[in-house]
C-alpha cells in the first residue's frame, strides 16, 4: 500500500522569499514521486518527477525537490517565491507495484505576498 | 501538440438531465483517465481506459457512464446526478498506464453543476 501526506494545508511567503512544501510518503516498492501544481479553475501540471534516478531533481519554473529515501521525504522548493507561484501543490506517489494509478496528498494552498 | 482538450468548460444540469463531457488527446496516449476534484481537495479517480478497454472503474454510481470511442477521445455521459456531484471534472491521459510511466497529462477541466 501507499500513501503521501503533505505535512501543510497553507504556506504563505512573501514574494523573493524561499519555498518549502513538505511531502511525506510510504510505500512498499521503490516509488516514483511527482509534484503537481493547479493554478485556480485550471487542470493539474507536472511540475517534476523522481524516478530513481538523480536524487535532487529540477523542475519547471526554478523548483526543485530532493528525494530523501532515509526520511521518506520529498520536500519541494524554490529559492524566490513569484507572486504567479501561488497555486495548489499536489504531492503524488506511484507504487510501481500498485494497479491502482497514483496517489495524490491533500494539497498544500501556497499565498505568495507582495 | 501536448494539449487534453475538456468540453464544455462549464455545464449546468437538473437532476433529470442527460448530458455529456468530452475529452480529446493527440499525443498518441494509449491510457485516458476520468477524476472528479471537490473545492479544495484532491482529484479522486473514477475510471481508467487502457487501450480503449475499461481497466479501472473506482466503484463509481452507474449514473456515471464512460465511453472511449477511440485512442483519442474519451467521454463521460451523466444522467440522473445528484446535487452532490456538482464538481470539477479532469480528464488525463499517459503514455502507459499511469502506475508504471508516472505523468499524467491533464486537461483544464469541466465544471459541473446540479440543480
Known sequence: ?114 | DTEVTQTPKHLVMGMTNKKSLKCEQHMGHRAMYWYKQKAKKPPELMFVYSYEKLSINESVPSRFSPECPNSSLLNLHLHALQPEDSALYLCASSQGLAGVTGELFFGEGSRLTVL
Not at chain 1, 512573501?14 to 516514483?32: A, D, I, K
Not at chain 1, 532515509?70 to 501561488?86: G, I, Q, R, Y
Open chain 1, 1 to 114: 500500500a501507499q500513501s503521501v501526506t503533505q505535512l501543510d494545508s497553507h504556506v504563505s511567503v512573501s514574494e523573493g522569499t524561499p519555498v518549502l512544501l513538505r511531502c511525506n510518503y510510504s510505500s512498499s516498492y521503490s516509488p516514483s514521486l511527482f509534484w503537481y501544481v493547479q493554478h485556480p479553475n485550471k487542470g493539474l501540471q507536472l511540475l517534476l518527477k523522481y524516478t530513481s534516478a538523480a536524487t535532487l531533481v529540477k523542475g519547471i519554473n526554478g523548483f526543485e525537490a530532493e528525494f530523501k529515501k532515509s526520511e521518506t521525504s520529498f520536500h519541494l522548493t524554490k529559492p524566490s517565491a513569484h507572486m504567479s507561484d501561488a497555486a495548489e501543490y499536489f504531492c503524488v506517489v506511484s507504487d510501481r507495484g500498485s494497479a491502482r494509478q497514483l496517489t495524490f496528498g491533500s494539497g498544500t494552498q501556497l499565498t505568495v505576498l507582495p
